[in-house]
């Protein structure tokens, strides 16, 4: 569509003024279907400055997501080079595992602006209000050796670096699938996949990221106040989300690819572990049988939770909930 190819050259100019006639001859059409691109982007919630006798500038700190604005800055093989961006999704996990059953290929990403009925563990509802990141990455895994909590965990260090280098903040990560800033949690994951019947293979594994970019107008439901935040309240430099979410998905690539070497998934669970702000720490282990205090040791090369319970005896958990106690 011409709508998207004038996209792709103000994304490749953001900031700076395109003329009309440069677009137009660029791709190759006249200058009214450049002005109705301009004006169909503008409707679309595209923040671009009209110049009549200059041309037409997308604006520094446009926030719109884009499918070309998130390749601008992409590197990756195929994570995020098949996209999809949506408005409104009941979840993003769910619409891509019926495009996942249908034979969509790897690295296919689904991004949308909220989610309407948005998911964590355990079927738990996830707050998803408008303009947050909420993202899903396919991966058809070609070896069998990749482990669901691997890939959690490679999700959680991405996420975790990304915000730190595009955003400007120091974030840590909550065991197993939190990422937090100041005490706050920003971010969820949830890894989910399906396993062929005869052969017990991965078909597919499906990481789901939500993140609180801003903060809602109301600001947070109650229930979540006290323990959730944004990123906008804790960075001071300027950054787009499509940025953001394509340098979670270069990460999270270049962790993936390397996942069958030994030496890799240890490199891994040590970026992992110098992030995580609750070793050493006092915790309290929930479970669905009732909870117990430990103290948080460390953690396997499986991505297990090492902990030792008040009577001296240590424990390895696989799954579960955990709480810092203060």
């Not at 982007?41 to 604005?69: M, Q, T, V």
């Not at 990455?137 to 669901?148: A, C, T």
């Not at 479970?287 to 117990?292: E, V």
């Not at 953690?299 to 319970?309: D, T």
Request: with cysteine; net charge neutral; charged share 25%.
């Amino acid at each position: 569509m011409v709508k998207d190819r004038v996209l792709r050259i103000l994304e490749e100019n953001r900031g700076s003024l395109v003329s009309g006639g440069a677009l137009g001859r660029s791709i190759g059409v006249s200058r009214t279907a450049v002005w109705k691109a301009i004006s169909t982007l503008k409707a679309e919630g595209f923040n671009i400055e009209i110049h009549k006798s200059a041309g037409y500038r997308l604006h520094a700190c446009c926030d719109k997501l884009s499918a070309c604005g998130i390749h601008h800055y992409l590197n990756t093989k195929t994570a995020g080079r098949e996209l999809l961006i949506l408005d409104s999704v009941p979840s993003t996990n769910s619409h891509l595992r019926k495009l996942a059953e249908g034979g969509v290929p790897n690295g296919m990403t689904v991004v949308a602006e909220r989610q309407t009925s948005g998911r964590g563990r355990v079927n738990r509802n996830f707050f998803s209000p408008s303009s947050g990141i909420y993202m899903s990455v396919l991966f058809r895994p070609e070896k069998q050796d990749v482990m669901p909590e691997l890939l959690t965990i490679a999700a959680a260090v991405s996420v975790s670096e990304a915000i730190d280098s595009v955003c400007g903040v120091k974030s840590s990560i909550k065991w197993v699938n939190d990422v937090y800033i100041d005490g706050k949690k920003i971010c969820g994951i949830l890894t989910e996949g399906a396993i062929e019947a005869e052969s017990g293979a991965f078909f597919y594994l499906i990481s789901g990221i939500g993140i609180n970019v801003y903060t809602p107008e109301d600001g947070f439901p109650e229930e979540f106040r006290d323990r959730a935040a944004s990123i906008e309240e804790f960075s001071s430099k300027s950054f787009i989300r499509n940025q953001l979410i394509a340098e979670i998905l270069n990460r999270i690539e270049g962790i993936y690819l390397g996942l069958s070497a030994a030496e890799n998934r240890r490199s891994l669970i040590e970026r992992y572990k110098e992030r995580l702000f609750m070793l050493g720490a006092k915790i309290t282990v929930l479970t669905a049988g009732g909870s117990y205090p430990a103290v948080a040791l460390d953690v396997n090369e499986s991505g297990n939770l090492i902990v030792e319970k008040e009577d001296g005896t240590v424990a390895s958990l696989s799954s579960g909930e955990i709480s810092v106690r203060v």
